[in-house]
């Protein structure tokens, strides 16, 4: 391929894979660029560690059930969800047990409680990725890590159930729970 055919054909494929104009102009042009940039960096990112995350897609009915979960307890009726998985993942059903409110998927369970349980097991503090300098502390309950976060006023414990994800998956999806707003 020649020289040119080949600088058209870069161009074209970075238009097609990230909708950006080739030829940005003015300060909203700077700014698609950055987005550019920092989208770019983040698909690297996440290439170099052989995984991808993508948004939960909840039905207006599976939102109901989330409210009305969140409902049954007095005092914590905000609902918060999770809002990013690993690519191939699913939603499955949310559940109350006990204190907390219980996100399933596929292959990870999100755990949203008043309460801090992780403090009575020995663990790890870790920073997670992405979350603007947020610790959180994995350990193990019955040979299964968990890792538990502060999430305002909640506590976040997300954990894959059967070790169907590895920890570092786990870390880049766990602070992706926000507080619901309809």
Not at 51 to 74: C, H, L, M, N, R
Not at 97 to 121: C, I, N, W
Request: hydrophobic letters at 40%; glycine letters at 4%; proline letters at 5%.
């Amino acid at each position: 391929m020649r020289h040119p055919q080949w600088i058209a054909a870069s161009i074209a494929t970075s238009i097609l894979f990230t909708g950006i104009s080739a030829q940005p102009s003015s300060a909203a042009g700077n700014t698609e660029r950055q987005a550019a940039s920092v989208a770019s960096n983040s698909a690297a990112a996440s290439q170099k560690l052989n995984f991808t995350v993508s948004d939960v897609p909840y039905s207006s009915a599976e939102y109901k059930k989330i409210i009305q979960a969140f409902a049954s307890f007095d005092g914590f009726e905000t609902a918060y969800v999770p809002t990013r998985m690993i690519t191939g993942d699913s939603f499955s059903k949310v559940c109350v047990a006990g204190d907390s409110v219980t996100f399933f998927f596929k292959y990870m369970r999100v755990s949203v409680s008043p309460r801090d349980y992780s403090h009575s097991y020995k663990g790890t503090v870790v920073t997670l990725p992405e979350s603007n300098n947020v610790k959180g502390k994995w350990y193990k309950v019955n040979g299964t890590d968990m890792l538990t976060f502060p999430l305002k006023d909640r506590y976040v414990t997300i954990f894959a159930p059967y070790h169907s994800l590895s920890k570092t998956k786990l870390e880049h999806v766990a602070v992706d729970v926000s507080k619901y707003a309809p």
